[in-house]
């Protein structure tokens, strides 16, 4: 279980991002992040991970105080972080990638496994490497991959639909529901996408630096509809709250 107590963050200017935030993410559940653009989510994810500190506040996960454990401890004690836009690593194989996750060497056979849990072909891809050569979906894909190799207690997604096709996007959510099903641990997911938002065990919204609701999906989303909270582009902040 993650828990964030009275976390404050403000901008190397001055700016307050974050205000005496309060989170619980419990063991075993889908969470999804929601809010306007500008409103906090993915400092409260980097913060999560420990790309970013906090001003104030405390962090426990599963009741050990992280507060003070930088982000390479963080993935030693189980977050992993997928980012918005996910890195590239010239002269790195998949394979190889998978292999680094998941801390050790890995027969093909479990190599094929993980990347036919995110609906890739190994054979096609564990040789390739991890460049440009491979597009928005396929390496999404691929990272969710290394997550999953990594058994992971936390994972965070940062926005995973942002630069990917239609399809790429149906199989992305597919991925996600077979997460959910088969959980381990507990994801969070940032996101504004309504399909994201409707798989979700509860749904979060940040806006103006703090949690404005939350609860299940069926009553979330009339929540959101009703203050036009989902626009099919982006948020406006001023329409939450």
Not at 30 to 35: F, N, P
Not at 101 to 119: F, H, N, R, T, Y
């Amino acid at each position: 279980m993650l828990r964030l107590e009275n976390i404050s963050w403000n901008t190397p200017e001055g700016v307050g991002v974050l205000r005496n935030l309060n989170l619980t993410v419990p063991d075993g559940k889908l969470v999804v992040i929601t809010g306007p653009n500008g409103g906090g989510k993915t400092t409260l994810a980097k913060i999560i991970a420990g790309i970013y500190r906090q001003d104030s506040g405390k962090i426990y996960l599963n009741d050990t105080d992280i507060t003070d454990v930088d982000i390479t401890e963080r993935a030693k004690a189980g977050i992993s972080f997928a980012f918005q836009q996910p890195v590239r690593f010239k002269g790195i194989t998949v394979r190889k990638l998978i292999e680094l996750a998941a801390g050790e060497q890995m027969p093909l056979s479990k190599v094929c496994d993980i990347m036919s849990k995110v609906g890739l072909c190994a054979e096609e891809y564990i040789d390739r490497e991890v460049n440009s050569t491979l597009s928005g979906g396929e390496i999404k894909r691929i990272e969710i991959a290394t997550v999953l190799a990594r058994h992971s207690v936390l994972t965070v997604f940062d926005e995973p639909e942002a630069g990917i096709d239609l399809w790429s996007f149906t199989s992305l959510i597919k991925t996600f529901e077979d997460m959910r099903k088969n959980i381990n641990g507990s994801i969070v997911i940032i996101s504004h996408q309504e399909r994201i938002l409707k798989i979700a065990d509860e749904i979060v919204v940040v806006a103006n630096g703090s949690i404005q609701a939350q609860g299940k999906p069926e009553d979330m989303m009339k929540v959101l509809t009703e203050n036009n909270a989902i626009t099919g582009k982006c948020y406006k902040q001023e329409a939450l709250f």
